[in-house]
């Protein structure tokens, strides 16, 4: 593997001997014998306890550590000694799988380095066999107990569980919880419908949200708390009206749409979306007067004024249509042609 490359420069002394940097700054001196691997896990901190799983940080992460039930999205490398290219990566992935800890992930000290990492941080871990494929490897590609390097990225966690014990409680059971903590599983929800819908999974997405909102919907809040729980359904509502017009149900998505209204009755994202609704189903007055509502909020918007353009086509297409329908059907008669043969058409 090309370590010289991936973790900075040596420089080599005399015939017997190389020089490296520590990270307090003084020099390193490594021994001939030592494999690459065996020379980087010397300033690498422990984290397993036995030296079976070493992590160097690369760029610091911020917020709380990795839950174990979460269900973490990384992007990561792994490589064998002396080999330049990864064994296993999902880095070329546009978008990578959402990975439940403890049922997704199949190695123990992949599982180990992300409990210890936070949101945003990029770390290289080294896991002896015993944290990895083990005394037998992974044949043909991994060999026999060997020790691999994986770099990972850790992009964000969501934590379900907390979400998944709640919602498994009855109402009467979940009204004794506190208000922060129903908008907290309320959120929890709507960020999983949120990565569910960018990965285009929009049934599930629906699913997420829904559950989202009745929760919402269900809990009473004094009023000052109220505009909380509001503020949390409108973006719910929003996720939703926006899924439906994915699924291509466009009367579902004006229905969560002026919901949003309700609540909001200015918001120019519900306009907007109950206006893509009503120009699907050729509702085109009302997805004129909901876009127009739209652009008054937002008058710069591009999305906003590109539908005003494409619903001003589609008018257009729809009037020609129907002007072409017209005169077929009260144009003179062909020269060819009777009054009875023509008149069977409107019996």
Known sequence: MALQARYGPRRI????????????????????????????????????????????????????LVSPDASVLVKYS??????????????FRKTPRLMKLGEDITLWGMELGILSMR???????????????????????????????????????????ESD???????????????????????TEREFGNYLFRQNRFYYAKVRYKRAL???RRRSAPPEELHLVEAAKL????????????????????????????????NAKALFRCGQACLIMTEYQK??????R??????????????LKKLASCYRDYTDKEKEMCHRMFAPYDNGSTVGENSRFFN
């Open 13 to 64: 002394r005399g015939p017997g001997t190389a020089v490296g940097v520590q990270p307090d700054g003084s020099e390193a001196r490594f021994v001939p014998h030592k494999s690459p691997y065996q020379r980087l896990s010397r300033w690498m901190l422990d984290i397993s306890g036995d030296r079976g799983v070493l992590k160097d940080i690369i760029r610091e992460g911020a917020g709380e």
């Open 294 to 307: 739209a652009q008054k909020e937002q008058p710069f918007n591009h999305d906003i004024n590109n539908e």
């Open 235 to 266: 973006l719910v509502l929003l996720n939703l009206s926006f899924t439906y017009l994915k699924l291509e149900q466009p009367a579902r998505a004006l229905h969560y749409g002026e919901q949003a209204l309700i609540i909001d009755q200015k």
């Open 214 to 216: 009745s929760l919402l």
């Open 287 to 292: 997805a004129r007067d909901f876009l127009v």
């Open 78 to 91: 792994g490589y064998l000694e002396h080999m330049d290219k990864p064994f296993d990566s999902n880095c």
């Open 119 to 161: 949101r945003g941080e990029l770390a290289r871990f080294l896991f002896k066999p015993a944290y990895a494929y083990g005394t037998l490897g992974c044949p043909p590609l991994i060999p026999p107990n060997s020790t691999v390097l994986f770099e990972i990225e850790l992009l964000d966690f969501l934590d379900s569980a």
């Open 165 to 187: 014990k709640f919602c498994a409680l009855s109402a009467e059971q979940q009204d004794r919880f506190p208000l922060q903590k129903v908008l907290k599983v309320a959120a």
